[in-house]
C-alpha cells in the first residue's frame, strides 16, 4: 500500500481581482482605441502561487486580506472551491486588490492597486503563525507591505520551515528579507535591482532566475545551470511566475532535488500560459507528466 504524505504550503500574500483586456494596439496618452475582449479573472500573486500550488496536489493555507465588497466575495469562493484554507484571510474595510491587465502583442501591461492587500499587519502574521509553523514550505512575494513579508520569513525560519521569496514586483529589500529566504526566484529585470543592493556571491546560492522564453538558470556549486524553455503555443504569460513558484514548493516538498524540482517547475509555467487568465492554464501532476 502507498501512503501518500501530505504537503503542507502556507502561502502570505495578495489576492487580486484582474480586469484583463485584449487590444491589438495599446492607446498612446489622449487616444481612445476599441479593445477585443474584457474578462475579470482571479489573480494576485500569492493567490496564484496558492492555486498552482494546490492544483499540484498541497494542502495550501493563505494568509491575506481582502476588502469587503463584492470583488472581495468573489475572490474569497475561488480559494474555496480551489481547496484552499482561507481562516487566515481577513475581510477589511475598503477595496479588494485589482490589476488591470493589458494584453496585446503577445505581452502584458499589469496596474496593481494594491487596495486590501495593504492593510495587511504583521500582527495579522503573528496571529496566524500557527499556519506557517505547521507547513513545509511558505511562499511570499511582494505585492503585500514588507514588514509582513519579514514577519512571515522571520517566523518560517525559526520554525525551521523552508522559505521561498518571489521578490515580484521589485524593490529594495531589508538585507534580513534576502537572510530568511532559502530560495530567491526573480525575473532578469528584478535580479538587476536585486544587484543594487546585494552581491552577485551572496546570492548565488539561494538564486532561480527566471527567464520567460530564454528559460531557467540556476547555480549549483557556484557553477551556472540553464534549463531551456518549453515549446508551447503562448495565449498569456499572466501568472507563469507564479504557478512556476507554486510548482517548485511542492517540488521541494517531494523531496525532488534541486535540478528536478526546476525542471518540473519550468513544465507548470510552460502549461500556464497557453490559457488566458493567470490561474485558468495552472496545471495538475497528471498535465505535467504528459509533456516531454
Ligand atoms: O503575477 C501575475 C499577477 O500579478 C496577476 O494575477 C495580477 O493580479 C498581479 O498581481
Known amino acids: 500500500m502507498v501512503i501518500e504524505m501530505s504537503i503542507k504550503i502556507a502561502v502570505v500574500g495578495s489576492i487580486n481581482m484582474d480586469l484583463v483586456t485584449s487590444v491589438k494596439k495599446v492607446p498612446i496618452a489622449g487616444e481612445t482605441v476599441m479593445g477585443e475582449t474584457f474578462a475579470t479573472m482571479p489573480g494576485g500573486k500569492g493567490a496564484n502561487q496558492a492555486v498552482a500550488a494546490a492544483r499540484l496536489g498541497a494542502e495550501v493555507s493563505m494568509i491575506g486580506c481582502l476588502g469587503n465588497d463584492y470583488l472581495g466575495d468573489g475572490l474569497l469562493e475561488v480559494l474555496h472551491k480551489e481547496g484552499i484554507c482561507t481562516k487566515a484571510v481577513k475581510r477589511v474595510d475598503g477595496s479588494s486588490g485589482t490589476a488591470s491587465i493589458i494584453l496585446s502583442e503577445g505581452d502584458n501591461r499589469i496596474i496593481v492597486v494594491p487596495g486590501a492587500n495593504h492593510k495587511m499587519t504583521p500582527q495579522w502574521i503573528e496571529e496566524n503563525r500557527k499556519v506557517i509553523e505547521e ?8 505585492e503585500i507591505p514588507l514588514n509582513c513579508v519579514q514577519k512571515a520569513l522571520e517566523i518560517a525560519k525559526a520554525a525551521n520551515v523552508k522559505t521561498i521569496l518571489n521578490p515580484a514586483p521589485i524593490t529594495r529589500l531589508p538585507a534580513e528579507i534576502v537572510r530568511f529566504s532559502d530560495y530567491i526566484t526573480p525575473n532578469e529585470h528584478e535580479y538587476q535591482t536585486l544587484l543594487e543592493d546585494f552581491s552577485a556571491a551572496d546570492l548565488s546560492a539561494k538564486l532561480i532566475i527566471t527567464m520567460g522564453q530564454n528559460g531557467v538558470l540556476y547555480y ?28 517548485l514548493g511542492v517540488a521541494l516538498c517531494e523531496q525532488m532535488g534541486l535540478d528536478a524540482a526546476i525542471r518540473f517547475a519550468n513544465k507548470a509555467a510552460a502549461l500556464s500560459v497557453t490559457q488566458i487568465g493567470a490561474q485558468n492554464g495552472m496545471p495538475t501532476k497528471k498535465m505535467i507528466g504528459q509533456l516531454n
Open 135 to 142: 507547513s513545509n514550505l511558505l511562499l511570499v512575494q511582494l
Open 220 to 247: 549549483e556549486d557556484g557553477k551556472e545551470v540553464r534549463i531551456p524553455a518549453q515549446k508551447v503555443p503562448v495565449l498569456d504569460t499572466t501568472g507563469a511566475g507564479d504557478t512556476f513558484n507554486g510548482a
